[in-house]
């Protein structure tokens, strides 16, 4: 089987008889756009940038927390530059790219949960009970990104690269990556790449635009980063619109270098925003030396149901169901976890990377390099066979996932679900 012979679902897919009559395709259309924009009136209603909350709270506070975490990331920003402390970068488009290093507070952890980023109730903020930026400082010099490397790297030289998704400001970016870092257990130096986002809801054509002018650095940054002598592993992890960014710079490093770096090992793509006939051309335009992909999905993301609707109705990769495609996927080195089934605090069902306890530790698992086998069942494991429960299928928590990733009981539960019996291929694809 080659990659070109292997498509995924898409506009162009025979789905069964087409001559629909006419009054009940008008009645589905109206249907769904009701939903569509029902949905995005709650994206607006309960996304960060919606949200009725004290804005501009990154100058540092008075005192720091004596129980507090720290967490130090470099921050790399498209982000026009803005001339309040407490904010620091716009939604608006810069002119070049900027770095900064910068140490943020999370709250002890007897003062919150897991998943969850304590926004700042008052400027200065509380660091007791608040995240709160500690530090800024400008590092626009190869010297002084060198010197960060060599200040951060871990014991295996790991580097974490996190592209934020939609509607997201430069504060929301910042708590993000430091509450993942933070409650996943990772010590792989992070890296944050904020694009210019505008954090507004309505935004959403505005945002999309922003992540295409943001390509090039973001494949300048992976390239640094992959050539310093400090770095041997990098990891990107992207989350909605911020899954098609990171896929077109990582397509777009493999035109400029005939290959992508063996460095980046590992991409994660959490409910991504990406069409998913362009993620096709996107992963077939990467070459054969890619990194290994693991991409979180759910059924129930309603933000993706609404960027389906915006997009001309073309299904999104991270709110599609995968299973068919399962073994294509296997050989193609893509792991697949579906976490429909996962309880999460989010309504829209689209942060469940970063806000389920159990997801944000199997990814610290992951981040760290830690094999996830053993005589006991790990955590991976764990999520796995729960989520099988209820969704009735493990496959439907790890479509495609390595076997590292699943226990025996889920194993073998996947097995059955994949069997000859249910499908064939034929040309390089899987019929019915």
């Known amino acids: 089987m080659t990659i070109s012979s292997f498509s995924f679902p898409g506009r162009n897919d025979a789905r069964g008889p087409q001559r629909t009559a006419r009054p009940y395709r008008i009645a589905a259309r109206y249907v769904f756009r009701r939903r569509t924009l029902a949905s995005l009136l709650v994206l607006c209603l309960l996304a960060p940038g919606c949200a009725t909350r004290v804005e501009n709270v990154l100058q540092p506070p008075e005192v720091a927390a004596r129980d507090a975490s720290r967490v130090n990331m470099l921050v790399a920003t498209t982000r026009k530059p803005s001339d ?44 007791e009970r608040e995240f709160a930026v500690l530090d800024v400082t400008k590092a626009d010099s190869e010297r002084q990104a060198l010197e960060w490397f060599q200040k951060n790297r871990n014991a295996k030289r790991q580097v974490l690269i996190f592209v934020h998704g939609f509607n997201n400001t430069y504060a929301d970016a910042v708590f993000r990556l430091a509450q993942i870092v933070h409650d996943s257990g990772t010590d792989a130096a992070p890296i944050l790449f904020t694009w210019p986002s505008r954090g507004r809801a309505f935004d959403y054509l505005y945002d999309k635009e922003s992540a295409n002018y943001s390509r090039r650095a973001l494949e300048d940054l992976i390239l640094q980063v992959a050539k310093s002598p400090d770095v041997q592993d990098v990891t990107v992890l992207a989350h909605s619109m911020g899954g098609w960014l990171a896929a077109e710079a990582l397509r777009g490093v493999a035109m400029r270098e005939k290959s992508i770096p063996a460095k980046v090992r590992n991409v994660i793509l959490a409910s991504p925003d990406i069409d998913i006939d362009v993620f096709r051309r996107q992963f077939v335009e990467m070459g054969p030396k890619r990194p290994h992909f693991a991409i979180l999905t759910s059924t129930r993301d309603k933000a993706l149901e609404a960027s389906r609707w915006l997009s001309g109705g073309v299904d999104r990769v991270g709110g599609s169901d995968l299973r068919p495609y399962a073994s294509v996927l296997e050989e193609l080195g893509v792991s697949v976890i579906d976490t429909s089934g996962i309880a999460t605090k989010d309504p829209l069902g689209h942060n469940t990377f970063a806000d389920s306890p159990e997801i944000v530790r199997m990814l610290g698992r992951r981040l760290a390099g830690q094999t996830l086998v053993g005589g006991e069942a790990t955590l991976a494991d764990r999520v796995g066979v729960a989520a099988a429960n209820f969704a009735g299928s493990a496959a439907r928590v790890a479509v495609a996932a390595p076997v590292a990733v699943i226990s025996g009981e889920a194993r073998e539960v996947l097995k059955r679900e994949l069997t000859p019996s249910t499908g064939q291929m034929v040309d390089g694809q899987i019929a019915y």
């Open 84 to 127: 309040n402390p407490g904010k620091l970068y716009t939604g608006e488009r810069g002119t070049a790219i900027s770095l900064n290093s910068v140490a943020v507070s999370v709250p002890p952890d007897r003062d919150r949960k897991i998943g969850e980023v304590q926004w700042p109730s008052r400027v200065p903020p509380n660091p």
